[in-house]
């Protein structure tokens, strides 16, 4: 166990829809990293937040945004869901802004 | 070309055998490197996190990283069944953001 924990684990949805993945980090961690993870792209960084602030962006589509609370919580929201849009989504968290990164277990995305 | 890459396999492996996993990276920028185990539909977790070129072992695992000829590779030593997963190596750069491989493959059978 990690420390990192996503909610949902699963989610089910129809495309047009929005939908919002919950993670905490582990305890005394100050930044949060969001990954896509499908079949034929493999592991993709989305977008980086440390201590409440954008730090990096990678392949994150318009459609998608993205928060850290105060109390370091992370948000990624998704909207006009597309069946691409199908896959796992997974948290990661570190100390710094950099370093060395612990994953969640993920959510299992599936838009029909 | 991707700037990480990793044979897909399968590997297929006796237990107790020594396994070898290889990628290679075309950013000579990168100086740091990671190696995940990945179970199937789980996070990966951080086996391995190293700077620069050396050797780095811990435990049954041994990192190598040759930054001369932007390789890096991952031992297990005595396998065993439960190290049946994906592995996935990682490095990067300024930017402290990691680029994965796709992943290899490893079967340890009985």
């Known amino acids: 166990d990690s420390g990192v924990t996503q909610t949902p684990k699963h989610l089910i949805t129809a495309t047009g829809q929005r939908v919002t993945l919950r993670c905490s980090p582990r305890?005394?961690?100050?930044?949060v990293y969001w990954y896509q993870q499908s079949l034929d792209q493999g592991l993709q960084f989305l977008i980086q937040?440390?201590?409440?602030?954008?730090?990096a962006k990678g392949n994150i589509l318009e459609r998608f945004s993205a928060q850290q609370f105060p109390d370091l919580h992370s948000e990624l929201n998704l909207s006009s869901l597309e069946l691409g849009d199908s896959a796992l989504y997974f948290c990661?968290?570190?100390?710094?802004?950099?370093?060395?990164?612990?994953f969640g277990p993920g959510t299992r995305l599936t838009v029909t | 070309q991707k700037e990480v890459e990793q044979d897909p396999g399968p590997l297929s492996v006796p237990e107790g055998a020594i396994v070898s996993l290889n990628c290679t990276y075309s950013?000579?920028?990168?100086?740091?490197f990671m190696w995940y185990r990945q179970y199937s539909r789980k996070g990966p977790e951080l086996l391995m996190y190293?700077?620069?070129?050396g050797n780095k072992e811990d435990g049954r695992f041994t990192a190598q990283v040759d930054k001369s000829s932007k390789y890096i590779s991952l031992f297990i030593r005595d396998s065993q069944p439960s190290d049946s997963a994906t592995y996935l190596c990682?490095?990067?750069?300024?930017?402290?953001?990691?680029?994965f491989g796709r992943g290899t493959s490893l079967i340890v059978h009985p």
């Open positions: 990661a968290s570190s100390f710094w802004d950099r370093g060395e990164q612990y």
């Open positions: 305890s005394g961690d100050l930044s």
């Open positions: 990682a490095t990067s750069g300024g930017s402290y953001i990691p680029t």
């Open positions: 950013n000579s920028a990168f100086q740091y």
């Open positions: 190293t700077y620069s070129s």
């Open positions: 937040y440390y201590n409440g602030e954008e730090r």
